[in-house]
T-cell receptor, first 113, second 112 residues
Framework: GENVEQHPSTLSVQEGDSAVIKCTYSDSASNYFPWYKQELGKRPQLIIDIRSNVGEKKDQRIAVTLNKTAKHFSLHITETQPEDSAVYFCAADGNQAGTALIFGKGTTLSVSS | ETGVTQSPTHLIKTRGQQVTLRCSSQSGHNTVSWYQQALGQGPQFIFQYYREEENGRGNFPPRFSGLQFPNYSSELNVNALELDDSALYLC???????????FGAGTRLSVL
């Protein structure tokens, strides 16, 4: 089945810097790659997603890139702000069921002002 | 439009007991997926229900079972609770088999 690896596990940046989180996946049949942000004690919230027919997608300060050949995708956050501090999870559709998601272990992002 | 709601928010049980967790899907959604999130880990897929039928299952034993009702709300049942079942249980709803998943706030289960 699908396996998703996520790096780094923790990331500390200064306000205004960029942050990059990388994920690799194992199942070449995966087609959908969402990113979720989870603040302490709160629900995971979708921040951006990408499907396999697209190489890059951007939404304001957030962008995701996908390399299907290498089976990796990345989250890029520019001009980080303290409110970006949270745990970020990447995921891939597991192909076990229509929309089952297989998640990475998460990256704890800390943005200091 | 209402979001995904889960109940209860917290639950304490003892080993060997049974528990039922509930999830109301977002308006217009017909698919519910359940996940277990251990502390410091990513959510792990338990199973998914689509139009009242199980539509896929992760690597969880049969004592984890579920239901989906005609209004697309869902229940997760866990029998013979073990200490390792202590976790945050999340449900997510979506429309159709390729829909974006929206999560509820979860039920925090503690097994003593």
């Amino acid at each position: 089945g699908e396996n998703v690896e996520q790096h780094p596990s923790t990331l500390s940046v200064q306000e205004g810097d960029s942050a990059v989180i990388k994920c690799t996946y194992s199942d070449s049949a995966s087609n959908y790659f969402p990113w979720y942000k989870q603040e302490l004690g709160k629900r995971p919230q979708l921040i951006i997603d990408i499907r396999s027919n697209v190489g890059e997608k951007k939404d304001q300060r957030i962008a995701v890139t996908l390399n299907k050949t290498a089976k990796h995708f990345s989250l890029h956050i520019t001009e980080t702000q303290p409110e970006d501090s949270a745990v970020y999870f990447c995921a891939a559709d597991g192909n076990q069921a229509g929309t089952a998601l297989i998640f990475g272990k998460g990256t704890t992002l800390s943005v200091s002002s | 439009e209402t979001g995904v709601t889960q109940s209860p928010t917290h639950l304490i049980k003892t080993r060997g007991q049974q528990v039922t967790l509930r999830c109301s899907s977002q308006s217009g959604h017909n698919t519910v997926s359940w996940y277990q999130q251990a502390l410091g880990q990513g959510p792990q897929f338990i199973f998914q229900y689509y139009r009242e039928e199980e539509n896929g299952r992760g690597n969880f034993p049969p004592r984890f079972s579920g239901l989906q009702f005609p209004n697309y709300s869902s229940e997760l049942n866990v029998n013979a609770l073990e200490l390792d079942d202590s976790a945050l249980y999340l449900c997510a709803s979506s429309f159709g088999t390729s829909g974006i998943q929206y999560f509820g706030a979860g039920t925090r289960l503690s097994v003593l």
